[in-house]
C-alpha cells in the first residue's frame, strides 16, 4: 500500500505574507530547512508527494491567474533543482465563504485517495502550518505534521518520518507497586507525574522539563509501608521505558552535562552504552527532603542505570539539600536530551563494535 504525505504550499513551502497571497516575485521566500528536508525525505523514504493548497479567489478580479501561475511555476521549478517532484498538485480556488467540500480542510479534492485500497492513509501525514491542515488530517485519517506546534520545524519533520518516533510505555506491577510510565524522548517537556509522593513528582517533572521529554508517570505503592517501594520501582519502570525508547539507537549522540544550582554543582555524565554501571559521589546531611529520604536518591538512579542499561556517573557539591539533589536530577536530564539527540544524515550506530 502507499503512503502519501499530502504538502500544504503557503505557510508550509514558502513563507506566507500578512495579505496571505504570493501574486509577485518579491513576496516569495522559501522557508528555511525545507529544501534540504524535503529533498531527503524524497530520496530516502517511500511517500508520495500531494501538494494540496487553498488559493482564495484565483481566477477572479481579487487574484488574477496571470499573478499566480509565474510564481507558482518558479515554485515548482526550484523544488525539482532540489529533486522534489509532487506526484499531484491540487488547488482550491473558493473563497473560506462558499463553505466548499474542496476547500481544506474538506477533502472533496482528494476522493481518489479515500476509501482506495491502494493507498495507507492511517500511515500517510498531512504537513502543514494550520489548524485546517490539522482537520484534514482528521478528516482523511492520517497523522498531521504542523509547523510551528511544540518547536516543529523541518528538520525534526524529516526526522520523525525516516526515524520514527520514540515512544515507549512500561507497565511494572508486583506486590508492591503498580506502575505506568510513558516516555517521548522527542516531546516538549510536558508532564503528568503522581507517586503519592510529593517531592518525588517535583524531581521526576525536572526529567522531563529539561529534557524535553514527555513523561507520564502513575504509581500506586506501599507507601504505608515506606517510601523505599516506590521510588525504585519507579526507576526500574523508567529506565526502561527510556530503553525501549531508545530502540536500535541509531543516530544518537549516545553521551551526555554539568550544570550549576546557586550554591551546587551538579555532574551527570551518561552513556548509552549498553553497560550499566552507577558511580555516585554526592552526599547528604538530611535524613529527608520533603517526603523523600536522601537514601533513595542513590537507589533510584541504580534503578534507572539498571534497567536502561546505561553507565552513569553523578558527583554533586555544595550546602543546601534541596538545590543539590534538584541539581542533580535536572543534569540528568540535560544528559539524556544531549544524549538522544539523533541525526538522520550520519544514521549509524555510535559504536566500533557495531552494537550498544
Given at each position: 500500500?502507499?503512503?502519501?504525505?499530502?504538502?500544504?504550499?503557503?505557510?508550509?513551502?514558502?513563507?506566507?505574507?500578512?495579505?496571505?497571497?504570493?501574486?509577485?516575485?518579491?513576496?516569495?521566500?522559501?522557508?528555511?530547512?525545507?529544501?534540504?528536508?524535503?529533498?531527503?525525505?524524497?530520496?530516502?523514504l517511500d511517500f508520495e508527494f500531494v501538494m494540496v493548497s487553498n488559493?482564495?479567489?484565483?481566477?477572479?478580479?481579487?487574484?488574477?491567474?496571470?499573478?499566480?501561475?509565474?510564481?507558482?511555476?518558479?515554485?515548482?521549478?526550484?523544488?525539482?533543482?532540489?529533486?522534489?517532484?509532487?506526484?499531484?498538485?491540487?488547488?482550491?480556488?473558493?473563497?473560506?465563504?462558499?463553505?466548499?467540500?474542496?476547500?481544506?480542510?474538506?477533502?472533496?479534492?482528494?476522493?481518489?485517495?479515500?476509501?482506495?485500497?491502494?493507498?495507507?492513509?492511517?500511515?500517510?501525514?498531512?504537513?502543514?502550518?494550520?489548524?485546517?491542515?490539522?482537520?484534514?488530517?482528521?478528516?482523511?485519517?492520517?497523522?498531521?505534521?504542523?509547523?510551528?506546534?511544540?518547536?516543529?520545524?523541518?528538520?525534526?519533520?524529516?526526522?520523525?518520518?525516516?526515524?520514527?518516533?520514540?515512544?515507549?510505555?512500561?507497565?511494572?506491577?508486583?506486590?508492591?507497586?503498580?506502575?505506568?510510565?510513558?516516555?517521548?524522548?522527542?516531546?516538549?517537556?510536558?508532564?503528568?507525574?503522581?507517586?503519592?509522593?510529593?517531592?518525588?513528582?517535583?524531581?521526576?517533572?525536572?526529567?522531563?522539563?529539561?529534557?524535553?521529554?514527555?513523561?507520564?508517570?502513575?504509581?500506586?505503592?506501599?507507601?504505608?509501608?515506606?517510601?523505599?517501594?516506590?521510588?525504585?520501582?519507579?526507576?526500574?519502570?523508567?529506565?526502561?521505558?527510556?530503553?525501549?525508547?531508545?530502540?536500535?539507537?541509531?543516530?544518537?549522540e549516545r553521551y551526555g552535562y554539568c550544570l550549576p544550582m546557586d550554591?551546587?554543582?551538579?555532574?551527570?555524565?551518561?552513556?548509552?552504552?549498553?553497560?550499566?554501571?552507577?558511580?555516585?559521589?554526592?552526599?547528604?546531611?538530611?535524613?529527608?527532603?520533603?517526603?523523600?529520604?536522601t537514601e533513595m536518591f542513590h537507589h533510584f538512579f541504580k534503578s534507572?542505570?539498571?534497567?536502561?542499561?546505561?553507565?552513569?556517573?553523578?558527583?554533586?557539591?555544595?550546602?543546601?539539600?534541596?538545590?543539590?539533589?534538584?541539581?542533580?536530577?535536572?543534569?540528568?536530564?540535560?544528559?539524556?536530551?544531549?544524549?538522544?539527540?539523533?541525526?538522520?544524515?550520519?544514521?549509524?550506530?555510535?559504536?566500533?563494535?557495531?552494537?550498544?
Amino acid at each position: 500500500m502507499k503512503k502519501v504525505l499530502f504538502i500544504d504550499r503557503d505557510g508550509t513551502l514558502i513563507k506566507e505574507p500578512a495579505d496571505e497571497q504570493i501574486d509577485s516575485f518579491d513576496k516569495l521566500e522559501f522557508v528555511e530547512g525545507m529544501f534540504r528536508n524535503l529533498s531527503f525525505i524524497r530520496k530516502n523514504l517511500d511517500f508520495e508527494f500531494v501538494m494540496v493548497s487553498n488559493q482564495d479567489g484565483l481566477g477572479t478580479a481579487s487574484f488574477p491567474e496571470e499573478t499566480f501561475w509565474p510564481v507558482h511555476n518558479f515554485i515548482l521549478k526550484t523544488l525539482r533543482g532540489e529533486g522534489i517532484e509532487f506526484d499531484n498538485i491540487l488547488i482550491d480556488r473558493h473563497f473560506p465563504a462558499d463553505a466548499h467540500p474542496n476547500r481544506k480542510p474538506g477533502t472533496g479534492m482528494l476522493t481518489e485517495y479515500i476509501g482506495n485500497p491502494s493507498y495507507d492513509l492511517a500511515g500517510s501525514y498531512v504537513i502543514g502550518d494550520r489548524e485546517t491542515d490539522a482537520k484534514l488530517a482528521q478528516n482523511l485519517g492520517c497523522k498531521a505534521l504542523i509547523l510551528g506546534k511544540d518547536g516543529l520545524d523541518w528538520d525534526k519533520i524529516a526526522e520523525l518520518l525516516f526515524a520514527g518516533e520514540r515512544i515507549a510505555e512500561v507497565t511494572r506491577t508486583t506486590k508492591e507497586t503498580d506502575i505506568t510510565v510513558r516516555i517521548n524522548l522527542d516531546g516538549t517537556g510536558k508532564s503528568d507525574i503522581e507517586t503519592g509522593l510529593g517531592f518525588f513528582d517535583h524531581m521526576l517533572e525536572q526529567i522531563a522539563k529539561h529534557g524535553m521529554t514527555d513523561l507520564y508517570v502513575r504509581c500506586h505503592g506501599d507507601l504505608h509501608v515506606d517510601e523505599h517501594h516506590t521510588i525504585e520501582d519507579t526507576g526500574l519502570a523508567l529506565g526502561e521505558c527510556i530503553l525501549k525508547a531508545l530502540g536500535d539507537k541509531r543516530g544518537i549522540e549516545r553521551y551526555g552535562y554539568c550544570l550549576p544550582m546557586d550554591d551546587c554543582l551538579c555532574q551527570v555524565a551518561l552513556d548509552f552504552g549498553g553497560r550499566p554501571w552507577l558511580i555516585w559521589d554526592a552526599e547528604f546531611r538530611r535524613e529527608k527532603v520533603g517526603e523523600m529520604p536522601t537514601e533513595m536518591f542513590h537507589h533510584f538512579f541504580k534503578s534507572v542505570s539498571d534497567a536502561a542499561k546505561m553507565n552513569l556517573n553523578v558527583k554533586a557539591e555544595g550546602d543546601n539539600e534541596h538545590h543539590k539533589i534538584e541539581g542533580i536530577f535536572k543534569a540528568f536530564a540535560r544528559s539524556i536530551r544531549m544524549a538522544v539527540k539523533r541525526d538522520i544524515y550520519h544514521f549509524q550506530l555510535p559504536s566500533t563494535k557495531g552494537a550498544l
